[in-house]
């Protein structure tokens, strides 16, 4: 058998075990059972190779040759992918091809159950008002934001408020069983203005086309009760069985329980193929086209309704990197080279802001992209799966090793990276990139040198220990990153969690960021300014329902606050913060120049509201959400426009806490507050259905009373805080009564703090 007949029949074995028929056992291969079937492959190519040249060698070769030179298959269409005004017939062929084969529904036609054999022209029309596919599985089976556990307040949409390209991909076959590559075009039939709404306006306030990624891939890879990564699917159910059964009690909802779309790893990638193209609103052009993995993306907001994806390009699905200036000629790495080569691209659903105004963490993340720390270049994307609208998403940079390396010329096998998330994780962090040594167990392995410094050093007021200190993390990154987070008033999830940093673990003198020293990065900052006006006059550095001293608390876990909390022990940091985020504040964050930069972002999403809210909540509710996301109470363009406005007016009282802070508390440290008292006695009493909450204490303490559903609701958390005073508590019982109800799955947290105590705190439950 010759080499490339050798390769052809692999590959078809390969198709198989990972295609249509074989997905399960796909799933159940571990990736270096992958990697052992590769290399089986290619061992046995080799093999064919030698034996075929050592025939040739004994032979006269001319003939032999031209018998091992089986022509490579080809399948051609004749139009390419991108819009065009009218239907037509599309021609498809491959030369050498016994036949040809290919499907309209995004799967693979060399295994596809669906696959047509081609017979003649394939006629190509507006699909407008063909049935729903994808968009007609019903939410309830992939959404737990708006769904109870058998039914949603969402319906799957009309057919009419679905826009639809076709996708048609296409494999040749010969006499001997040998498959060309599959070939994939996306077709637009009418103008592109037809199909997304709103889009000439869109491009004229971006000034640059939009950006359409058309995803097709398998319907069962995405909505398959078991291998399903986009549904609820067997994961959720077993799930909810075990929460039934009271196997599970910290779950105190449906989003916080595990299901398909909650899965992580290579495990849960699935084979999908990219057709990227750029509409003006006219033309449509089409930049790249291969084939990649997929997996979901995001965190809470991987339970909503529009889900977020990630893209990896590998050696195994074709090319090993996503090649194209996605984000234009500006954003180069720091040889000054333009950046045109991804390794993973995300297709963010906006996380918390999905609903709303849909931009807000990469408005915030523009603002800050010549700051000393990393941000993630964005643009505004429509995305198709299989030929369905599925709305407006971010086309987005990924943090990761190879980021890193394309961004800053490290080693990318060097770069470690951790990503915060205290309640996922018992330690707060995660080992994101990087791998631990052989017998190595300990997730904080490579912060290890922070955490020795944390335990040695009580604080960072000696010159020495803050130079010392300095060649652990840099400096100007912390400063820059705690300024921005505190001024745009970041606090919903941060710091707990959305927090990065890295570091490489080894050094080279001719790269400045391959020094070892620690570095943070902007990321999900949709939470910025989110509840408008009044949170302008929040004192972000005090404010933590947890720590008495907020951010300048140094009796925590979180690595990244203790940083900041360090570095503000020392008074000349301290100057060089409040000098920088006062830059920041006259500078980038000035309201005149971040309230145009605003205006911007509402200018170029705003006319695409009114098709992706139709989408999901239906033509009757697409002006109401779209007004909200504009001029609604929270999230919108005008809540951010609004703290913008308000925010420089209290940045002095800010600051001015920082100096009475450090002028009148001798103990911040958690080593010498651990000489204060101990509150001993703190219990708290509330019922399902009533509106009161007990509290008992020592007397004269303060009680702060967080009430927090941990839901979104309309994109809104639902949170409500009550502060009694301590002359109030003269007996040490506490009722605070509330406006509502209190309803099962509602969080209520008191925190008792007395001068001369540590603060206790203590959550409970409604059930």
């Not at 509106?691 to 639902?718: E, L, M």
């Amino acid at each position: 058998m010759t080499s490339r007949r050798y390769l052809n029949l692999m590959l078809k074995v390969k198709d198989f075990l990972w295609g249509r028929q074989g997905v399960q056992k796909h799933i159940e291969m571990r990736e270096d059972m992958k990697k052992k079937f590769w290399a089986m492959i290619m061992l046995g190519a080799a093999i064919s190779t030698a034996s075929c040249a050592g025939i040739m060698a004994q032979k006269n070769t001319v003939q032999a040759a031209q018998e091992d030179a089986v022509p490579a298959l080809a399948v051609t269409m004749s139009k390419e992918s991108g819009c065009y005004p009218d239907a037509f017939s599309l021609d498809i062929t491959c030369e050498g091809a016994e036949k040809i084969f290919y499907t309209t529904d995004g799967s693979n036609p060399m295994t596809s159950e669906t696959r047509k054999e081609y017979k003649g022209a394939v006629f190509v029309t507006d699909r407008k008002s063909e049935p729903n596919v994808l968009a007609a599985v019903e939410p309830v089976l992939f959404d737990c934001a708006y769904s109870s556990y058998n039914g949603s307040r969402c319906k799957a949409p009309e057919d009419s408020e679905v826009d639809k390209a076709t996708v048609i991909k296409a494999v040749g076959i010969d006499a001997s069983g040998n498959y060309s590559g599959v070939v994939t075009n996306t077709y637009f039939v009418g103008s592109m203005a037809e199909h997304i709404q709103g889009i000439e306006e869109s491009c004229k306030a971006a000034g640059i086309p939009l950006a359409i990624m058309s995803v097709s891939m398998d319907y069962n890879d995405l909505f398959d009760y078991e291998k399903g990564i986009y549904v609820r699917g067997k994961i959720f159910e077993d799930a909810y069985r075990d929460w039934m059964a009271g196997k599970n009690p910290d779950a105190k909802e449906l989003r916080n329980l595990e299901a398909n779309y909650t899965q992580r790893g290579s495990e849960w990638e699935r084979t999908a193929h990219i057709d990227y193209l750029e509409s003006d609103g006219r033309a449509a052009s089409c930049k790249l086209q291969q084939d990649c993995g997929i997996r979901m993306q995001g965190n809470y907001s991987r339970s909503d309704l529009q889900k977020g994806f990630r893209l990896y390009a590998k050696k195994e699905y074709g090319e090993k990197n996503f090649n194209y200036p996605f984000f234009g000629e500006d954003l180069k790495d720091d040889a000054g080279a333009v950046k045109s080569k991804f390794k993973r691209l995300t297709l963010r659903n906006g996380g918390n802001a999905s609903f709303l105004a849909k931009y807000n963490d990469a408005y915030w993340q523009s603002l800050l992209k010549d700051s000393h720390c990393d941000t993630q270049a964005s643009r505004a994307c429509i995305v198709y799966l299989n030929g369905e609208y599925w709305g407006i998403y971010i086309l987005q940079e990924e943090f990761n090793d190879d980021y890193f390396e394309d961004t800053h010329g490290v080693v990318k096998e060097d770069v470690v990276v951790y990503k915060g998330d205290a309640e996922k994780y018992d330690c707060g962090y995660k080992l994101e990139e990087g791998t631990l040594p052989k017998g190595e167990t300990d997730e904080g392995y490579y912060l290890s040198g922070l955490t020795e410094f944390f335990k040695s050093h009580s604080d960072l007021k000696k010159e020495e220990d803050y130079q010392e200190f300095s060649k652990l993390v840099d400096i100007d990154s912390v400063r820059d990153y705690f300024a921005a987070q505190i001024w745009m008033n970041n606090k919903w999830d941060w710091p707990g969690k959305n927090w990065t940093m890295w570091k490489t673990i080894k050094t080279n003198v001719s790269n400045p960021y391959a020094d070892g020293r620690w570095r943070l990065c902007f990321y999900d900052l949709d939470f910025g300014g989110i509840s408008g006006a009044w949170s302008a006059y929040e004192n972000t550095i005090q404010l933590d329902n947890y720590k008495e001293y907020g951010l300048l608390d140094m009796d925590t876990k979180n690595p990244v606050v203790l940083c900041f909390a360090y570095l503000m022990s020392n008074e000349g940091f301290r100057d060089s913060f409040k000098q920088r985020i006062t830059e920041f504040d006259k500078g980038i964050f000035e309201k005149n120049a971040a309230t145009k930069a605003c205006e911007k972002y509402l200018d170029i999403y705003q006319p695409l509201y009114q098709q992706y809210f139709a989408r999901f909540f239906g033509a009757e509710e697409a002006g109401r959400y779209a007004e909200e996301a504009v001029a609604g109470g929270y999230g919108s363009y005008t809540c951010i426009t609004e703290f913008i406005n308000g925010r420089s007016e209290y940045l002095p009282v800010m600051l001015e806490w920082v100096d009475e802070f450090y002028n009148t508390h001798t103990v911040y440290n958690s080593k010498t507050a651990a000489k204060k008292k101990t509150i001993k006695n703190l219990s708290v009493t509330a019922k399902k259905g009533t509106t009161v909450i007990k509290i008992k204490t020592i007397k004269k303490a303060k009680v702060v009373v967080t009430v927090s559903q941990k839901i979104i609701k309309s994109g809104k958390k639902t949170v409500k805080k009550l502060t009694v005073k301590p002359e109030k508590n003269k007996r040490g019982t506490v009722s605070v009564k509330l406006s509502k109800k209190l309803k099962k799955g509602m969080k209520i947290t008191a925190r008792v703090t007395k001068e001369g105590y540590k603060a206790k705190t203590k959550t409970v439950t409604i059930k």
